[in-house]
């Protein structure tokens, strides 16, 4: 399942995504032309387009079928490598452009996934951030800003 977390860059906001992308694996490349990954959709169509033509090539030729199975076990593996890895990918290249996580919540998840080299200019004071809470309605999600205990 994947985290979703808000990030910024120039007033803009757009989701950062961590984990499995379920969207990948049903709608395959249409994934990052819809999230204008332009580099990724072109890399993943030119993977698809190239692997069933060449798995029509090896199944037209192939009469016992055997490497035919291979063929499609290697393109499947690669599919699901593909949804394992595309949401930090995609939160990478994010990074990479400039967008940073909105709330501590995003940075601490970026640390915890590897990424933490691209947040590190962050401050790491919690007092610059605003912690959200949801709460879940009959059908909707209102957030509420959480009030700190200060306590110590």
Request: proline share 2%; glycine share 10%.
């Amino acid at each position: 399942m994947a985290v979703v977390f808000e990030m910024e860059r120039d007033g803009k906001k757009k989701d950062g995504l961590l984990g499995f992308s379920w969207t990948s694996l049903f709608f395959g490349f249409f994934v990052p032309l819809i999230r204008k990954d332009i580099p990724a959709f072109v890399g993943y169509l030119i993977f698809y387009v190239g692997s069933n033509i060449f798995l029509s090539i090896i199944t037209i030729n192939d009469r016992t079928g055997g490497m035919t199975l291979a063929v499609a076990l290697i393109v499947l593996t690669a599919g699901l490598t593909w949804c394992f890895k595309y949401n930090k990918m995609y939160t990478t290249s994010l990074l990479r452009d400039g967008w940073r996580p909105v709330y501590a919540e995003g940075r601490d998840l970026l640390i915890e996934a590897g990424l933490g080299d691209y947040v590190a200019d962050m401050e790491e004071e919690d007092d610059e951030y605003e912690y959200i809470e949801v709460e879940e309605g009959d059908d909707e999600y209102e957030y509420v800003e959480v009030e700190e205990d200060e306590t110590e």
